[in-house]
């Protein structure tokens, strides 16, 4: 089989990362849906690699961690007694993001469940050198899971939101309304005026936007696990290390100086497609 060229491959990937389907990037370029599905399969893993190399000793100060939610194969509705439970229904992404530098260090994929919660945390605090403000929603499996991987070295509060009881009708996609958060302390000594998870929603707003796995009320999504973990493997490399943050105007990798200069996206593929 030809391999694509550099040129190509960029191209492809280009508009994976701006959120356009397989089968649009298909119509687009020519190439067959089969291979851009194997490349992108590629440069995931390869992404994942650089992820697990440059997100290590890292100085964070305050982190906002959330997870969003998708689906693998079927929804969980349509799940039966027959199917890998792990591997299709519904699969959330657990995210970390550094509030002052917008990093992304860390992310974890796999059901809303304590051992989900453990593993991500677990890697949170095996990439932090130094003791770090740490804020969640009010998921309960959060509450263990940050005592098993940090113990007592760390401040950690929850933000809990409570929402106004609206009813279903034509609005009903629309978030409801929050008519009040409070910040509560659960170890340590956090500072109540950071804690929040302002932040990494927006960043949920990001990941719907640059994966159309992620988009709702479409028939977009992921057919194998696989599949799901190469397209938000890219998506942070490209986010941490290729893609200028407005905010900062810097990209998240400069600002928290895991890196010094702005990659291109020519490279983080010929860097993780080989």
């Known amino acids: ?24 990037i298909e119509r687009m370029t020519g190439v067959h849906r089969d291979t851009i599905m194997r490349l992108l399969v590629e440069v995931g893993e390869g992404s994942a690699r650089l992820l697990d190399e440059q997100m290590r000793d890292l100085t964070c100060q305050r982190l906002q961690c959330d997870e969003i939610w ?10 039966t007694k027959d199917d890998d439970k792990s591997r299709v229904g519904d699969q959330w992404t657990f995210v970390a993001m550094d509030a002052d530098t917008k990093l992304v ?20 605090a095996w990439r932090l050198s130094n ?13 263990d899971a940050v005592e098993q991987a940090f113990g007592c070295e760390v401040d950690y509060g929850q933000a809990v939101k409570f929402y106004d ?3 279903a009708g034509a609005g009903r996609y629309s978030p409801p309304n929050v008519t009040k958060v409070e910040r509560n302390a659960i170890a340590g000594a956090p500072d109540r005026a950071h804690i929040s998870t302002s932040l990494i929603e927006r960043q949920n707003l990001t990941m719907r936007m640059s994966m159309r796995r992620f988009t709702r009320l479409t028939n977009a999504f992921s057919k194998k696990i696989e599949n799901l973990n190469a397209a938000v493997s890219l998506h942070f490399a490209h986010y941490n290390f290729v893609r200028v943050h407005k905010t900062i105007r810097v990209t998240p990798a400069m600002a928290a100086g895991v890196d010094t200069r702005l990659w291109s996206l020519e490279e983080l593929v010929d860097r993780t497609s080989q």
């Not at 998708?70 to 509705?77: R, T």
């Not at 003791?131 to 509450?143: G, I, K, M």
């Open 1 to 24: 089989m030809n391999r694509l060229s550099l040129e190509r491959r960029t191209q492809i990937v280009a508009a994976l990362v701006e959120g356009n389907s397989i089968r649009s």
């Open 70 to 79: 998708a689906y693998v194969g079927k929804k969980q509705k349509q799940v």
């Open 105 to 124: 260090p860390s992310f974890k994929i796999g059901k809303r469940d304590l051992p989900t919660a453990t593993a991500f945390m677990n890697d949170v």
């Open 131 to 143: 003791r770090v403000q740490l804020s969640t929603d009010a998921l309960a499996a959060y509450v």
């Open 165 to 167: 009881a609206e009813p």
